[in-house]
């Protein structure tokens, strides 16, 4: 297991340099303290996973003390991860989140409950957490979901794809065309529902962008239509 964790450390690393060069990578991980704070993330994981977890732990707390930021030890947390703004982020333990997600500010993520009751929280790959979410309890988050300012998800798994928006959340939007939210009342994730992803998403281009896959502002337009 230490071996993956040092594996993503490795593919953040690459990726950008790929997209920035050596130059912008110092700029980012020097004055960027959602960087900094994955960084950070990074190292002390990798002692948790190896047993040295009184180091990890105080690696979790410097990182709150000098980024502002809380990422469990023990939550699993893909490549090419990016905190956007990363004031009063919370990332708690029993959480696993997928390759490219991006979690904006004032944003909590994690399982609720205690140990013997196995809470987990699942975020798929490339799903985007937008200002003020809260995503709690049991339940997984579908690939390309996006989760709309100050939405509460509350032990609610969410369809790839889907915009959910409210509080408490409800699906609004499932690949970018308007749904009736009764209908995605008790849904249950299943992996049949994600077919690969969306056209505005090339796979081949990933590793040359220095953006986003979506735009955050387009977002907010279709939240508004």
């Known amino acids: 297991m230490a071996e993956g964790a040092q594996a993503h450390f490795i593919d953040d690393l690459k990726l950008a340099v790929k997209r920035k ?5 110092m700029r980012d991980v020097f004055l960027h303290p959602g960087n900094q704070a994955i960084a950070l993330y990074r190292i002390y994981r ?6 040295h977890v009184n180091l990890a732990f105080l690696g979790y707390r410097l990182n709150y003390f000098l980024c502002g930021v809380e990422i469990h030890p023990d939550a699993d947390i893909g490549p090419d991860f990016h ?4 004031v009063a982020t ?6 696993r989140i997928g390759r490219g997600v991006r979690i ?18 699942d975020v798929r790959d490339y799903v985007q957490i937008y200002h003020g979410a809260m995503v709690g309890g049991s ?12 939405a509460v998800v509350w032990d609610m798994d969410v369809p790839p794809y889907a915009v959910v928006a409210g509080n408490p959340a409800r699906v609004i939007r499932v690949e970018g065309k308007r749904v009736n939210p009764d209908d995605y009342k008790g849904y249950k994730y299943d992996p049949a529902d994600f077919h690969g992803p969306p056209p505005e998403h090339d796979l081949e281009r990933e590793a040359a962008r220095s953006e986003s896959w979506t735009d955050p502002s387009s977002f907010l337009d279709r939240g508004q239509a």
């Open 83 to 86: 905190l956007d703004h990363p």
């Open 90 to 95: 919370l990332i708690g333990r029993q959480t």
């Open 46 to 51: 990798m002692l948790y996973l190896k047993g």
């Open 139 to 150: 339940a997984v988050i579908g690939e390309y979901a996006q989760i709309g300012l100050n």
């Open 104 to 121: 904006y500010s004032h944003v909590a993520v994690g399982a609720v409950g205690l140990p013997e009751d196995k809470p987990f929280m």
């Open 21 to 25: 060069g050596a130059g912008g990578l």
